[in-house]
């Protein structure tokens, strides 16, 4: 699905806690991650838009036996509300993915230049240049390896809206 392109790995949750008061007393507290929001929230990712080609995708497990592949589509403007899961925009300096559904997100952009694409937060390099197949393999799956393991800090908005986290 990205084939020729270098990627930069994301791996996206939502963590939701519910805290359970008596006055001034917390009772209980229970986390619990959540697959996909009632909502489709922007999340704006710092990434060098200087590259061509640049694609977002989405690896999302429905259940234990079933994964969704996707490519998302490309958007020429940047929407103000109504957003739309599946789908992203390239502003200057950063890539705005629109999504409901958190699992591992890659962004990719045609290689050539031999730079990786992330220029904030967390930085998962690669080289595109003098390397065989089976470094170039390693080095790809070192790479997916760290994103999985780091966060990344994302500015998210849910439908145009900054509003109360329980309707996200």
């Known amino acids: 699905m990205a084939s020729g392109k270098s990627l930069t790995f994301l791996d996206f949750s939502v963590l939701k806690t519910v805290v359970h008061t008596e006055g001034t007393t917390e009772i209980s507290a229970g986390s619990q991650n959540i697959s996909n929001t009632n909502q489709v929230l922007e999340i704006v990712v710092p990434y060098d838009t200087t590259h061509n080609s640049i694609a977002v995708y989405r690896y999302h497990n429905i259940d234990d036996t079933t994964a969704e592949k996707i490519a998302f589509e490309k958007l020429s403007t940047r929407p103000e509300s109504d957003y739309v899961d599946g789908t992203y925009f390239v502003g200057d300096g950063f890539v705005v993915i629109?999504?409901?559904?958190?699992?591992?997100?890659?962004?990719?952009?045609?290689?050539?230049?031999?730079?990786?694409?992330?220029?904030?937060?967390?930085?998962y390099g690669s080289s595109s240049g003098g390397s065989s197949k089976d470094d170039s393999d390693k080095e790809e799956k070192e790479e997916k390896e760290e994103a999985e393991e780091e966060s990344v800090n994302v500015k998210t908005k849910a439908n145009g809206k900054t509003g109360d986290e329980n309707n996200i």
């Open 98 to 123: 629109y999504a409901q559904k958190f699992s591992m997100y890659a962004i990719g952009h045609t290689t050539g230049t031999g730079s990786s694409g992330y220029s904030g937060g967390n930085y």
